[in-house]
């Protein structure tokens, strides 16, 4: 592979115009395709084969329930909402532009809260913001004096775009590259060719919605990605290109050096990632399958870029990618006399391994505790701003109809035909007589009499356990001749969170067993791919230790602008896993090949230490604090599911680059010395060697540059 990149890199930088013809072309297509095949995105959470799925499918056919159709509800507060106070509003709603019918006020037994649902024609996605906005305002403006109206429900909500933070993320990536590089056109260069990867990734997401259905965060998770391991692996790239110059070598043989070398780590750590978001498919939940394969071809692009764009705009920077300084003598950029900081950090953990170790530990075990009370569920307006209208909507009715009201649960009886009024008596008999049941409605039965639903009102918030716990209990109740089930959306919202959760130790299986897996065939080690898997474990449970505390403990919420916690997005765990292990195997690999080299080579097992370090910690370190920028960046997404991601990821970064990577694993590499490197011989033989730092490649140079320097000296001599 490390060959055939190195003739990738050198072509790239040698046809550099016709490689730049070529990405602009293939943006110049997908833009044409995305104007033309996008399509609607959705925010809606399903999995189906749940019971309340299937349920919810038995509604639509025997009800002929538009489940699918938008609606909204409209909230009133005021002193007296009887008689015609709401008469005018109501009026209004019903003359919306798009709006099917709203229905007739239900008053709260205070007489102060009062709500109407209106419905729409269309999903969702089809309800346009000029229509949403006139509903909003035809509501508000026609309420009678003192009367307040807020406004619930997905139709009323927007997706909220996230230029702002990928703006800051970019801008800190920005200063961290030209302080590492100490060039302008060095650091723009893994600027300028990751939003060329992003923009590909993003605009064939938008030709993927003309096709499929994917959720409203798929773009915003694609982009946080594509930006991060685009910024880093032309950053892996760039820095081994600065070092084939500082050697030496001309501008085209060092683009392809740095490509056959840097751009294997670059293959390799990309593959990770993919690997682990196409994973994601084992769940069996479609809207995450989504997310992840498209998420995964971002990642995938970012790669291709890295290989080809990158050595292509390296011609045409020239010497320009160095310093000033350093562009008439290129070989001061390696030879400037300072110990590197990695070199000076290596030698102290080395020489107090057993407190680096030891000191690390404790203080991601103290991080980790909060996780212990990790509660996963699926947004709703609970978790909204305080401030927003949702939100409001939300508290009022709460206020005036109770907690549960929120989250009222759908009964679906099915018997045979004409039998389904009797079943359904019995199964509002065995409801009542449950805990934390408020209110059953009477049945409503179909013409044909073989299906029957009851709307069961909760005494406790949709997103409780109280509620969960009431779920279980109907469920677990059987019906003489007739079938039970549950739907609705807070049976649909719990159903996902549960399947999320079962999924979650199969996924961290696969995902472990592959990182040991890959890392055995690169390191041609047991140690290495045991230490580095455990370390992975460290960082994710780091990271939900950290997420717990701030988004549902509320600890430092004001510091990131959170304004209300709860039970963590139940997609966020398995999320969180899957990104995390491709980043953290991108800085292992990157730190430890060149521990490895040297340690093959001859070194001592502690100088093969320092040596990697020494190498790579300035580049890991520059990558650690891009990636947290980009993924810190998205904090200020109002959208929760992307805020919390956004802090996770960062977090889990920060403790992996720094805690795990450049100080727990030069600490137990140099606990265990020479045995850390030991694989069994027939093992050895067993595995196909995986070339991942370019050793062939650079050997297969060193004989071919001898040979020529044979042929050239029997020239000169005749």
């Not at 996605?125 to 403006?141: F, H, L, N, T």
């Not at 892996?236 to 030496?248: D, K, L, M, N, Q």
């Not at 705009?313 to 010497?319: K, S, Y």
């Not at 000191?359 to 991601?364: A, D, Y």
């Amino acid at each position: 592979m490390a060959t055939l990149l190195y003739r990738l890199g050198r072509f790239s930088f040698r046809r550099r115009r016709l490689t730049l013809a070529g990405w602009v072309l293939l943006l110049a297509l997908f833009g044409v395709g995305a104007v033309t095949l996008s399509g609607p995105t959705t925010g809606a959470f399903s999995i189906p084969g749940t019971e309340s799925s299937r349920a919810g499918e038995v509604l639509a056919e025997k009800f002929g329930a538009a489940s699918d159709n938008a609606a909204a509800r409209a909230v009133f507060t005021g002193p007296d909402l009887s008689g015609d106070a709401l008469a005018g509003a109501v009026a209004a709603l019903r003359k919306a532009p798009g709006v099917a019918d709203v229905t007739e006020p239900v008053l709260a037994p205070d007489k102060q809260t009062a709500y109407v649902t209106v419905n729409y024609p269309v999903p969702v996605a089809d309800v346009s913001i000029a229509d949403r906005e006139a509903m909003m305002a035809a509501g508000r403006s026609a309420a009678a004096p003192g009367t307040g109206v807020e406004f619930s429900g997905e139709v009323t909500r927007t997706v909220q775009e996230s230029h702002a933070a990928e703006a800051i993320g970019i801008a800190v990536a920005a200063l961290v590259l030209v302080i590492t590089f100490g060039s302008l056109v060095a650091a723009g260069l893994p600027l300028v060719t990751a939003l060329v990867g992003v923009g590909v990734g993003m605009l064939g997401i938008q030709i993927a919605t003309g096709f499929f259905d994917l959720s409203s965060s798929t773009s915003a998770l694609a982009t946080m990605l594509g930006l991060a391991v685009g910024i880093d692996y032309a950053l892996f790239v760039v820095s081994r290109y600065r070092h084939e110059i500082a050697v030496g070598h001309d501008g085209e043989e060092a683009a392809g050096r740095a490509a056959g070398t840097a751009g294997s780590a670059v293959v390799f750590a990309g593959l990770t990632v993919i690997i682990a978001l196409v994973a994601l498919s084992v769940t069996g939940i479609p809207f995450l399958t989504a997310m992840g394969v498209a998420a995964a071809g971002t990642v995938a692009v970012a790669v291709v870029v890295t290989l080809s764009l990158v050595p292509a705009v390296l011609g045409f920077a020239g010497m320009k990618i160095l310093p000033r300084k350093h562009r008439a003598n290129p070989r001061a950029v390696e030879h400037h006399g300072n110990v590197p900081f990695g070199e000076r950090y290596a030698r102290n953990v080395v020489r107090h391994r057993w407190l680096a170790l030891t000191g690390s530990l404790v203080l991601l075990a103290a991080i980790a505790i909060p996780a212990l009370d990790l509660r996963l569920a699926l947004p709703d307006d609970s978790t909204a701003a305080e401030d927003s209208t949702q939100r409001k909507a939300y508290d009022q009715l709460a206020e005036g109809f109770g907690a549960g009201f929120n989250g009222p649960l759908i009964i679906v009886v099915e018997a045979a035909t004409g039998a389904a009024a009797r079943s359904a008596v019995q199964a509002e008999e065995i409801i009542r007589g449950l805990d934390d049941v408020v209110l059953v409605s009477d049945a409503t039965t179909n013409a044909p009499g073989d299906t029957a639903l009851l709307t069961v009102i909760p005494g406790s918030g949709a997103t409780s356990e109280a509620t969960k716990d009431l779920v279980h209990d109907i469920r677990a109740h059987t019906l003489a001749g007739a079938t039970l089930s549950v739907t609705g959306t807070t049976a649909v919202n719990i159903d996902v969170s549960e399947r999320l959760t079962g999924a979650l130790i199969p996924y961290l299986s696969i995902v472990v067993g592959l990182a040991f897996i890959l890392l055995m065939l690169v390191f041609r080690s047991l140690l290495v791919p045991l230490k580095a898997t455990a370390g992975f474990l460290l960082s994710v449970a780091a990271a939900f230790g950290a997420l717990v505390a701030v988004f549902q403990n509320g600890h430092l919420a004001g510091l990131i602008g959170l304004q209300s916690t709860g039970p963590i997005v139940s997609i966020m765990p398995i999320f969180l896993i899957g990104i995390l292990f491709g980043l953290a195997m991108d800085y292992e690999v990157f730190l430890v090949t060149r521990t490895r080299e040297d340690f093959v080579h001859g070194a001592g097992p502690d100088e093969a230490v320092i040596s990697g370090m020494r190498h790579g910690a300035r580049v890991v370190t520059a990558a650690a604090l891009i990636m947290m920028s980009v993924f810190a960046g998205f904090i200020l997404a109002t959208d929760t599911i992307i805020k919390s991601l956004g802090f996770a990821l960062a977090f889990g970064v920060a403790v992996d680059a720094f805690v795990v990577r450049m100080t727990i694993v030069p600490a137990v590499l140099s606990l265990f010395g020479r045995a850390a490197w030991w694989l069994p011989r027939w093992l050895d033989r067993l595995l196909p060697d995986v070339d991942v730092e370019g050793e062939k490649l650079t050997r297969q140079l060193a004989e071919q540059h001898a040979r020529e320097h044979e042929t050239e000296i029997p020239a000169a001599a005749a």
